[in-house]
């Protein structure tokens, strides 16, 4: 007991570094599901898997961390740092792939019609 009481502030920190990677998980989650543009499906099957894979984190970190004790501060701390991470970060994220996503899609416009004006070329 006493090892697990000196052992809090490392725990703090492993979990905190956890829900961070764990909403940097969603974060790559909501790309992949914003190339599909918001299918339902895709949607649905991509959050299930962010979950589980995010619980899994929890579990084994808590695991392999925790002496398989589960108490309620690591799963307060994982959450919250989750919750930062996807309020704060998540959102400068968002918008940095978004801005990526209309570059790319104006470059492959541009290259498309370069491509369609220039077989027009060669039939004449």
Same mark, same amino acid.
């Given at each position: 007991?006493?090892?697990?009481?000196?052992?809090?502030?490392?725990?703090?920190?492993?979990?905190?570094?956890?829900?961070?990677?764990?909403? @940097?998980?969603?974060?790559?989650?909501?790309?992949? *599901?914003?190339?599909?543009?918001?299918?339902?499906?895709?949607?649905?099957?991509?959050?299930?898997?962010?979950?589980?894979?995010?619980?899994?984190?929890?579990?084994?970190?808590?695991?392999?961390?925790?002496?398989?004790?589960? !108490? @309620?501060?690591?799963?307060?701390?994982?959450?919250?740092?989750?919750? =930062?991470?996807?309020?704060?970060?998540?959102?400068?994220?968002? *918008?940095?792939?978004? =801005?990526?996503?209309?570059? @790319?899609?104006? @470059?492959?416009?541009?290259?498309? *019609? !370069?491509? *369609?004006?220039?077989?027009?070329?060669?039939?004449?």
């Amino acid at each position: 007991m006493l090892y697990e009481t000196l052992a809090q502030n490392s725990l703090l920190l492993i979990f905190l570094a956890c829900g961070f990677c764990g909403g @940097l998980i969603f974060d790559i989650g909501n790309f992949i *599901k914003f190339l599909f543009a918001n299918k339902k499906p895709a949607c649905v099957v991509l959050d299930i898997i962010c979950t589980v894979f995010c619980c899994f984190l929890l579990f084994f970190v808590n695991l392999s961390q925790n002496f398989g004790i589960l !108490r @309620l501060f690591p799963v307060v701390i994982f959450l919250l740092a989750f919750s =930062v991470e996807r309020f704060t970060l998540g959102k400068i994220i968002a *918008k940095i792939y978004l =801005v990526c996503y209309t570059f @790319l899609t104006k @470059l492959a416009g541009k290259l498309t *019609k !370069r491509m *369609k004006h220039g077989k027009a070329n060669k039939n004449d």
